[in-house]
């Protein structure tokens, strides 16, 4: 399944990718030198500044002119859900726990240090989408 792409969260530069090949990516470490820099970083505005300057994709599927939901052209089956602000026995045993899950196709630590990304899988349609996410 191919998802949008883009260079960072304020660029609108859409691509096409498929989800596979970025978590390959991520897998592979292709960004490991801009999370490393992200969480040696003490100051919050900067980190955040430097977190908003990594790629990113619309996990949930293939965009048009932005990430709205009114530009979705074809949903992947796929939700993103973020888990923030775990301290690091919590976030272990979280992630111990969700890999498990029969629902949970992939799952990483955040680019922070101190959460989870997780992908889930859901319907693919973006009239469930919204209650996939409830």
């Known amino acids: 399944m191919k998802v949008s792409y883009f260079p960072n969260v304020r660029e609108m530069k859409i691509c096409d990718i498929y989800i596979t090949e970025f978590l390959d990516y991520i897998k592979n470490q292709k960004f490991d030198k801009y999370i ?5 970083e003490p100051d919050k505005a900067k980190k955040l500044q430097l977190k908003q300057n990594l790629p ?27 888990i923030d602000g775990l301290e690091k026995d919590r976030l272990y045993g979280l992630k111990t726990r969700l890999l498990k899950d029969q629902y949970t196709h992939s799952l990483f630590i955040s680019p922070g240090g101190n959460g989870l990304k997780l992908l889930f899988k859901i319907p693919a349609s973006p009239r469930t989408h919204l209650y996939s996410f409830l």
């Open 56 to 82: 990113c994709i619309t996990a949930s599927g293939k965009f048009s002119l932005s990430h709205k939901n009114s530009d979705l052209i074809q949903h992947s089956g796929f939700i993103q859900v973020d």
């Open 36 to 40: 490393t820099e992200i969480r040696n």
